[in-house]
């Protein structure tokens, strides 16, 4: 048409395209661009690609990389566990012929995630559903739903908490055998610790922070499964198991399940509704914005003695793995039976953060990953990422009016108007002998 000279139009005519790949493994955060595809249409929305909307997240970018960082860390550190394990049982099994080795553990599967949220306003700050999207792009934290384990404890004995019992509170850890039918037949369960262990007597604390799982069906038997069940439901939590099992988190929960009910921890008891999608706009009209939902669970001091015991559980228990300097964490590891599961479900002040990995055919991992030892380590290495790119983040948790702080034996423990503290028993006994 005239509009360009004869050597601008030979050099075009030589130039070579590049062409983009314009698929969503180009995209910085894939995982958030399916999870808003997959909830446009509750919202009414079906043309997405066409009509003009402009889509605005909750994802703070930075962290989003952060987390998928420390996700594909920890992965690539259990593997390389993995494979020292099998040379070191090799060489058991060369001197020990009847050893038990694990060679057979197959790592190909093995995969993760992680979610984030604002604590306060249910915001989800992170969201990666795999270690690598390009490999897989199945979004394990929304739409994966596996066993909690342990992870699922602090919902209990936050129902404990509520009816008045406190970290001080002594709870019965020895074995016992329970028998029931099923489908005519007479079975036995005998549910044992995970060290194999028990000690008579143990504090609620104590129990929650190791983990005991025999303190914890001696709760719930204390408690009474109907009046724990009924406790639970204001959680919201859907089909739950309504026999002894649910002591040891035989529920299948979502990552972002799990960290929408732990919000009710760590948001002072109120429970917050996780939210992706902050507004959307079409044509300079705002056609749709959040409505921020939460509900009450229980009471802000019961819910900071629930926070001081997972407190804890990263300072002295199961969850040292997930401890960072310079800032105040809590939370509750998980490992389900045969270590298929390995969980870290914890939070900080202000922000919340659920960690899973397990095999995607729900094969064991090696039997010496625990949720500690491969979850734990990515949730620490995104707390420090959180403190490299906000350290002005509150970083301790305060206490609410009404928290009474006592020391018992060298140990700070926490009371208040619902969980009081234990009596001292000075009545002496009939036969006891007048010495003075």
Known sequence: MGWIDEETYKEAMDESPVVYDNTLTQNRAPFIVDEVARRLPELGITDMKSGGYEIYTTIDLRLQDAAKEALKKAYEESLERIEGYKKREAKIKETTPSYEVSLDVNTSLL???IVSLDSASGDILTLVGSVDYKNSPYNRATQGKRLPGSAFKPFIYQVAIDLGYSGATELIDIARTYKYEKNG?????????????Y???ISLREALVHSSNLATINLVNEIGLNQLLTELDKFGIENLPRNLSISLGTISLSPLELAKYLSSFANSGMQVEPHLIS???????????????????????????????????????TGRRAKVDGIELAGKTGTTNNNVDGWFAGYSPTIETVV???NDDNS??????TGGKIAGPAFARFYKSVLDLYPQIQREFIAPEGIVEVNIGGKKEYFSEISKPPRANNEAEANEELIF
């Open 111 to 113: 995969n993760g995630a």
């Open 356 to 358: 899973w990995f397990g």
């Open 364 to 369: 064991p991992m090696h039997r010496w990953e």
């Open 185 to 197: 037949e007479e079975l036995t369960w005998s549910p044992r610790n995970y060290g194999k262990n």
């Open 279 to 317: 507004t959307i706009e079409q044509k300079s009209n705002t056609i749709y914005e959040k409505d921020q939902k939460s509900k009450f669970i229980t009471e802000p001091t019961q819910a900071f003695i629930m926070t001081t015991i997972l407190r804890d559980v990263v300072q002295n228990g």
């Open 199 to 201: 000690k008579g007597l």
